[in-house]
């Protein structure tokens, strides 16, 4: 079986296309819970999806260890990121859990491969 696109991520490529024709990269709101139970918004920037696959669903950025969000997220993986697509005037919100890759935080990351027979 082949891993499919989710739902929004043709919608997300495409308005990503307009929007990055004008600009070399496009920052989105990323929103976590803090140790502390309260919400927390942080602008980051996209760096593209997982292994530049878009059938992977997966969008990546980054952060430095010594940040309070990283340690967040460590202790609660749950998001939800905002994009605003400027050009089209929409917005785009996603909702899910972090996955964290480092040096030394390998996570479980599962593919379906198709069978060749």
Known sequence: MFQMMAPWTPSFCSA???ELESK???EFTFCNVGRNG???ARVVAYRGFLF???KTNVIIFGT???SAKYKDLCHNPRFEACFYFEKLRIQLRLSGFVKIIGE???PNLTFNIPNTN
Do not use: E, G, V, W
Request: proline share 11%; aromatic share 6%.
């Open 104 to 106: 030394d935080l390998h």
């Open 64 to 66: 430095d260890k010594r």
């Open 38 to 40: 309260m919400p927390h």
């Open 16 to 18: 990503l296309s307009t």
């Open 52 to 54: 530049n696959d878009k």
């Open 24 to 26: 070399p990269f496009l």
